[in-house]
């Protein structure tokens, strides 16, 4: 990540992260509970803007556009690549606070709150079904 300096109290901060989500479910179907999870793994390009709030604490929003690198599904034991059943792009928002230390230490938690769809194919929809990545990260880190 970068900070873009624009005024004493805005600045810019575009970032490259890898982020590696996912989800586990339950459903009874025809009186057969059966349990999995699915895990996905983007490489997510973040553009936020920062108000700085006061000394070192800055609150922060802005658009999020993910790559979809790889995705397994398992199963009942099994696991499938199921990377062609989904979208290949991710859009989201962000939302957060962060404080950054003189030093250069900071620190930050963000909520990013999906925005697309991300099932791209029709068998694998049931009615009503939707899949929004959501995600609440916490991270430390430097600035050079």
């Not at 995705?71 to 991710?90: C, F, N, P, R, V």
């Amino acid at each position: 990540m970068a900070e873009i300096q624009i005024s004493e109290k805005f600045s810019f901060q575009p970032e490259l992260i890898f982020s590696s989500q996912g989800s586990d479910s339950s459903e009874d179907f025809e009186g057969n509970d059966f349990e999995g999870s699915v895990k996905v793994n983007y490489l997510n390009v973040p553009l936020m803007a920062k108000y700085y709030v006061a000394d070192g604490l800055s609150l922060e929003v802005g658009p999020q556009i993910g790559l979809l690198l790889s995705t397994t599904d398992e199963y009942e034991g099994e696991e499938d690549d199921i990377k062609d059943l989904l979208k290949s792009t991710d859009f989201g928002v962000n939302f957060g606070v962060g404080y950054k230390l003189e030093s250069g230490l900071n620190f930050s938690a963000r909520y990013n709150m999906g925005l697309s769809d991300n099932i791209d194919a029709d068998g694998f929809k049931t009615d009503g079904a939707e899949y929004k990545n959501s995600v609440i990260q916490l991270s430390v880190g430097y600035f050079f």
